[in-house]
């Protein structure tokens, strides 16, 4: 069965401090994995899409990268405004995509 | 371009009554889906349709129904509200391809009372 996992729930930083956040995945044949910020009472809204073991994407302060068994998404001196609820998600030989709960990071001043 | 739009942002309903959630997408996506997002939970896929006319079901479908009459509208059903059903709804496109991402709208905030 498709499953993502994602550590930790939720993360506090200080503006400028930086950390990662985990997306454990197992998947039969994976087709893309996609990572995603949701903003409070929005919709997800998308960041990356990372295919093969190996492979990095970065934008701005955010860099995603990814492994045969996890992605990490990496944040660099993060601001206040990269708070948000973070999600990762798989899609497999099922063609749909399996969605993890999510860490929630904030970042205060 | 607007993207996807879903009306209402926000709705309640009282237990037995019906509503369609209204989804719409300006991008010629042929690939459209719903999903429901309860606290702590991942986003679970209620249905999807591939095209105009093709629908099937997802994780979990029971108490909804969806049509797909053009490729803008993909409209959500509920017959029978139950307050299993309170939750927040969102409607997604993409393009057909396995590199492309799903775009989701901002969602409708359903209470079932």
């Known amino acids: 069965e498709d499953q993502v996992t994602q550590s930790p729930e939720a993360l506090r930083l200080q503006e400028g401090e930086s950390s990662s956040l985990n997306c454990s995945y197992t998947?039969?044949?994976?087709?893309?994995l996609f990572w995603y910020r949701q903003d409070p009472g929005k919709g997800p809204e998308f960041l990356f899409t990372?295919?093969?073991a190996g492979e990095e994407k970065e934008k701005e302060r955010l860099k995603a990268t990814l492994t045969k068994k996890e992605s990490f998404l990496h944040i660099t001196a993060p601001k206040p405004e990269d708070s948000a609820t973070y999600l990762c998600?798989?899609?497999?030989?099922?063609?749909?995509?399996?969605f993890g709960t999510g860490t929630r990071l904030q970042v205060f001043p | 371009n607007a993207g996807v739009t879903q009306t209402p942002k926000f709705r309640i309903l009282k237990i037995g009554q019906s509503m369609t959630l209204q989804c719409t997408q300006d991008?010629?996506?042929?690939?459209m889906y719903w999903y429901r997002q309860d606290p702590g939970m991942g986003l679970k896929l209620i249905y999807y349709?591939?095209?105009?006319?093709?629908?099937d079901k997802g994780e979990v479908p029971n108490g909804y129904n969806v049509s797909r009459s053009t490729t803008e509208d993909f409209p959500l059903r509920l017959e029978l509200a139950a307050p299993s059903q309170t939750s927040v709804y969102f409607c997604?496109?993409?393009?057909?391809?396995?590199?492309?991402?799903?775009?989701f709208g901002d969602g409708t905030r359903l209470s079932i009372l």
């Open positions: 997604a496109s993409r393009l057909a391809g396995n590199d492309q991402p799903q775009h």
């Open positions: 998947v039969s044949g994976l087709r893309g």
């Open positions: 990372l295919y093969s």
């Open positions: 998600a798989v899609r497999g030989n099922t063609d749909k995509l399996i």
């Open positions: 991008m010629n996506h042929n690939y």
């Open positions: 349709s591939v095209g105009a006319g093709i629908t």
